[in-house]
């Protein structure tokens, strides 16, 4: 069962738009522990894309202030306003369905992290059972107001389908009156990453896996379920395409430029995914404008690819402290350097900088907003 945990969630609350005034007092989110591919498990087969109602491929330069102040201004912004649409019902255990434009606009959020992150933003949605699958684990979420990756056949509005969908996808869960993690926020969660059972930030890891090349989301409102309970199920566990070029891993926050919305604020990790590699030995310096960070690197996950169970790509993460989540009255550089890695045809060490932005205000990098 749930415990409430609203500094948690709070943050990413106030960042997908809602205001103090439409919150739950006793709102909150949870996310389950990330999915685990391990060894002879089969994942899906890649199928034709675009989809009949695939979501939009987004490019951005992440290099590009201008560029990314837009992103977030145009196409993140517009993302939350889409209704989720969903016609099922818990007192049934209808899963129903969600809205073509709902599934469109997650998808398209994992796309625009993705684009961010400096991979293809070119994720489609599953056409199979598999967002059927992730649409009767959502119910399953909803009416027992917990979460499980293998959901017992006790549980109500239990199904076979359901729980396919559960061991292969993200899942999250979300409570209070006007308040839904599902969807695109749901996306937000994922990419935060917040909670004890997630230190190796596996749902980030999962969204940011560079071969991805489509997925499928399950969702349930939480005004129409008439609980006040929201969920989603991000179907992860492929299918894989080509891997893009990324030698020197992908960090999330991001190299580049990055709205401060999308910082980690509720779970404060930063990471850096590096296929093959170890961590074992590394070590991550960082500075915030100049001034070194103290760092606290995250016990680790599931870095046992290829050839062992896997969350992605192995990973580092850590939490900085003195690293700011709130608005920048300026640009906010951070100079990272993760040091000590280990493994054949890999980096021994990485270094980047984020920098981090009001994606509102009016100075961008090549002048004045017009």
């Given at each position: 069962m749930?415990?409430?945990?609203?500094?948690v969630?709070?943050?990413?609350?106030?960042?997908?738009?809602m205001?103090?005034?439409?919150i739950?007092?006793?709102?909150?989110?949870?996310?389950?522990?990330?999915?685990?591919f391990v060894?002879g498990?089969t994942?899906?087969?890649?199928?034709?894309?675009p989809?009949p109602?695939a979501a939009s491929?987004?490019?951005?330069?992440?290099?590009?202030?201008?560029?990314?102040?837009?992103?977030?201004?145009n196409?993140?912004?517009?993302q939350g306003?889409?209704?989720n649409?969903w016609?099922g019902?818990?007192a049934?255990?209808?899963?129903?369905?969600t809205?073509q434009?709902?599934r469109?606009?997650?998808?398209?959020?994992?796309?625009?992290?993705?684009?961010?992150?400096?991979?293809?933003?070119?994720?489609?949605?599953?056409?199979?059972?598999?967002?059927?699958d992730?649409?009767a684990?959502?119910?399953?979420?909803a009416?027992?107001?917990q979460?499980?990756?293998?959901?017992p056949?006790?549980w109500t509005?239990y199904t076979?389908?359901?729980?396919?969908?559960?061991?292969?996808?993200?899942i999250?869960?979300?409570?209070g009156?006007?308040?839904?993690?599902?969807?695109?926020?749901?996306?937000?969660?994922?990419?935060?990453?917040?909670?004890s059972?997630n230190?190796g930030?596996?749902?980030?890891?999962?969204?940011?896996?560079?071969?991805?090349t489509?997925?499928?989301?399950?969702?349930v409102?939480?005004?129409a379920s008439?609980?006040?309970y929201?969920?989603?199920?991000?179907?992860?566990?492929?299918?894989t395409?080509s891997?893009?070029?990324?030698?020197n891993?992908?960090?999330?926050?991001p190299?580049g430029?990055?709205?401060?919305?999308l910082?980690?604020?509720?779970?404060?990790?930063?990471s850096?995914s590096?296929?093959?590699?170890?961590?074992t030995?590394?070590?991550?310096?960082?500075?915030?404008?100049?001034?070194?960070?103290?760092?606290?690197?995250?016990?680790?996950?599931?870095?046992?690819q290829?050839?062992?169970?896997?969350?992605?790509?192995?990973?580092i993460?850590?939490?900085?402290?003195?690293?700011?989540?709130t608005?920048?009255?300026?640009?906010?550089?951070y100079?990272?350097?993760?040091?000590g890695?280990a493994?054949?045809?890999?980096?021994?060490?990485v270094?980047?900088?984020?920098?981090v932005?009001?994606?509102?205000?009016a100075?961008f990098?090549?002048?004045?907003?017009?």
């Open positions: 749930r415990s409430s945990n609203l500094g969630g709070l943050a990413l609350m106030l960042a997908s738009g205001t103090l005034a439409q739950s007092p006793d709102a909150g989110i949870e996310l389950g522990p990330p999915p685990v060894p498990k994942q899906r087969s890649p199928q034709p894309w989809q109602e491929v987004i490019n951005v330069n992440p290099n590009n202030r201008y560029q990314v102040s837009l992103l977030y201004r196409q993140y912004v517009a306003s889409v209704v649409g016609a019902s818990i049934s255990c209808n899963a129903g369905s809205a434009a709902f469109d606009a997650t998808i398209n959020r994992v796309n625009l992290y993705r684009a961010l992150a400096g991979l293809p933003g070119n994720i489609s949605e599953l056409s199979g059972g598999e967002q059927a992730d649409q684990a959502a119910l399953m979420f009416a027992n107001q979460l499980s990756h293998s959901p056949n006790t509005c076979s389908a359901g729980a396919t969908g559960a061991g292969s996808s993200n999250a869960l979300g409570w009156v006007g308040f839904n993690n599902d969807g695109p926020a749901a996306i937000d969660g994922y990419m935060d990453d917040s909670g059972n230190a930030v596996g749902h980030r890891r999962w969204i940011l896996y560079p071969p991805q489509q997925m499928a989301d399950g969702d409102d939480s005004s008439t609980s006040y929201s969920a989603d199920a991000l179907w992860v566990f492929g299918p395409g891997r893009p070029s990324t030698p891993g992908i960090a999330w926050p190299r430029y990055v709205p401060w919305e910082l980690p604020a509720g779970s404060m990790r930063w850096l590096l296929q093959n590699a170890d961590f030995n590394a070590t991550v310096s960082m500075a915030r404008n100049g001034v070194a960070l103290s760092v606290s690197i995250e016990p680790f996950a599931y870095n046992g290829p050839s062992g169970s896997y969350i992605g790509d192995n990973t993460a850590w939490i900085p402290s003195g690293a700011t989540y608005q920048p009255t300026q640009d906010v550089v100079a990272i350097t993760v040091s890695i493994g054949t045809g890999v980096p021994a060490s270094s980047y900088t984020v920098k932005i009001d994606p509102y205000d100075i990098a090549n002048g004045y907003e017009p």
